[in-house]
């Protein structure tokens, strides 16, 4: 079965600075990747979403992923970050035909002033 | 429409209570899923219907029991439930089942099991 390692669990940065969420998938098939934000109490929104070809993926809000076969990575990325960036992020990984989507441990992205 | 909603927003009950949380879309989704979140973990898969079918169940307890009355309507019916039920309920949709789909979060069910 496919699974997603989100290798940092807190990333505190200043605000202004770039910041990288680091996420590595494993499946026996090809997977289709996607980062979500979680702000408190609220569900899941997508920030963006790997299906296929190119390998640099843009999202809503200024971030950014870029899927990385050899190294099974989908790290998310944003060249400067604001306050309102605070909130969990979780790396999700499903397989065609696959129902069942699964989601990393989450990152805690705190943006101190 | 965009939205996913769920009623109600918290609900606290005791362990010999029936209660039912709800959600509806009306976006066109053929695909609806149930997820458990604890406090500070990640959503984990409950149940996916896929045209109003059962298509997994994620060896969930007997005390959650699933319905899917039309392609709009998802409901969760609690029973018996124990104080480690205490969660936030997601639920989502998405086109189909097939994978390449994101998913449509609803806010969530707070609940609380006394």
């Known amino acids: 079965a496919q699974s997603v390692t989100q290798l940092d669990s807190q990333v505190p940065v200043f605000e202004e600075a770039p910041v990288e969420l680091r996420c590595n998938y494993s499946?026996?098939?090809?997977?289709?990747l996607f980062w979500y934000v979680q702000y408190p109490n609220q569900g899941l929104q997508l920030l963006l979403k790997?299906?296929?070809?190119?390998?640099l993926v843009k999202g809503i809000n200024g971030f950014e992923a870029e899927f990385n076969k050899s190294q099974t990575s989908f790290h998310l990325r944003k060249p400067s970050v604001h306050i309102s960036d605070t909130a969990e992020y979780f790396c999700?990984?499903?397989?065609?035909?696959?129902?069942?989507?699964?989601f990393g441990a989450g990152t805690r992205l705190t943006v101190k002033p | 429409d965009t939205e996913v909603t769920q009623t109600p927003k918290h609900l606290v009950m005791g362990m010999t209570n029936k209660k039912s949380l709800k959600c509806e879309q009306h976006?066109?989704?053929?695909?609806m899923y149930w997820y458990k979140q604890k406090a500070k973990k990640p959503p984990e898969l409950m149940f996916v219907?896929?045209?109003?079918?059962?298509?997994i169940n994620e060896s969930v307890p007997s005390r959650f029991s699933p319905e899917c009355p039309n392609s709009s309507l998802l409901n969760l019916h609690l029973h018996a439930l124990q104080p480690e039920d205490s969660a936030l309920y997601l639920c989502?949709?998405?086109?189909?089942?097939?994978?390449?789909?994101?998913?449509?979060f609803g806010p969530g069910t707070r609940l609380t099991v006394t």
């Open positions: 989502a949709s998405s086109p189909s089942d097939r994978g390449r789909d994101e998913q449509y």
């Open positions: 499946s026996s098939v090809s997977v289709y």
């Open positions: 790997y299906l296929s070809g190119s390998t």
């Open positions: 999700a990984v499903s397989v065609p035909g696959g129902g069942d989507m699964r």
């Open positions: 976006m066109g989704h053929r695909a």
């Open positions: 219907y896929s045209y109003e079918k059962l298509s």
